[in-house]
């Protein structure tokens, strides 16, 4: 991250008691969006991605802040600091007298199946659904939410050989019949395709697989039409394959504590 330069433009949307923080998270939204303007204008798009702040590590009050300056889509990827945290949120947004909307919270961590409960009571969108024993599992809780469905999307290794027990993503041969279970469930909505790019690999190739598979199912399910991909490290790579939705979190928030 590099410090902010005395020459970035202030955003016309900074709520008039900003702090330093809100400040600073101010700064690296216009840049950042600047950056996906740049992407964006690379690869010949005219929309733009949804931008999801990813904001595990910080806390509630970093949430706030991004709320307050319009950003309403927040990730997180461990149940029990994201449920904590979506708690405090909206104890903090209760106390504002001119509170923001309440964000909506991805889950974009693994899941275990025995979390699948406890996230559906705070989450809107699922990024990492990634085999069936889980799946079984969000059916089941999805059942008792069925007035408000959560978007579901599978999430894809894309390696070019997934081992037998691989997790954090799902073989792409398994994608169809992931697809159909979600579309069925009551509760549920089937909404697209998440990854993250394999380490080892060039993410282009990576994510055009992704976008390649993300036609195919459109083909049996045309209303899943997302395509998760893209962090602060490679958002050029996805916005170039068509990506729907950017999971960002160092690029807004700074650096977190290294290893998570
Ligand atoms: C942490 C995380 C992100 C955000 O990564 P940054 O490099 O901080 O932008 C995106 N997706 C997932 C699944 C994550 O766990």
Redesign the pocket.
Known sequence: MTPTSPSTPPPDDLPADADDRTRQIAEHLVALRARIDRAAAAADRRDRPELVV?T?TFPAEDVVRLARLGVGEV?E?KDQEASAKAAETDELLGALSEAPPRPRWHF??QLQSNKARSVLNYADVV??VDRSSLLKALVRAGAERADRPVDCLIQVDLRRQVPEDARGGAAPDRIGAMAERIAEAEGLRMAGL?A?APLDEDPAPAFARLAELSEELRRGHPEAAWISAG???DLEAAVAAGATHL???????GH?PEP?
């Open positions: 990813v595990k990730g990827n974009v961590g990024h990492s998440m993250v962090m602060s490290g999971r960002i979190g160092r690029d807004v928030l977190r998570r």
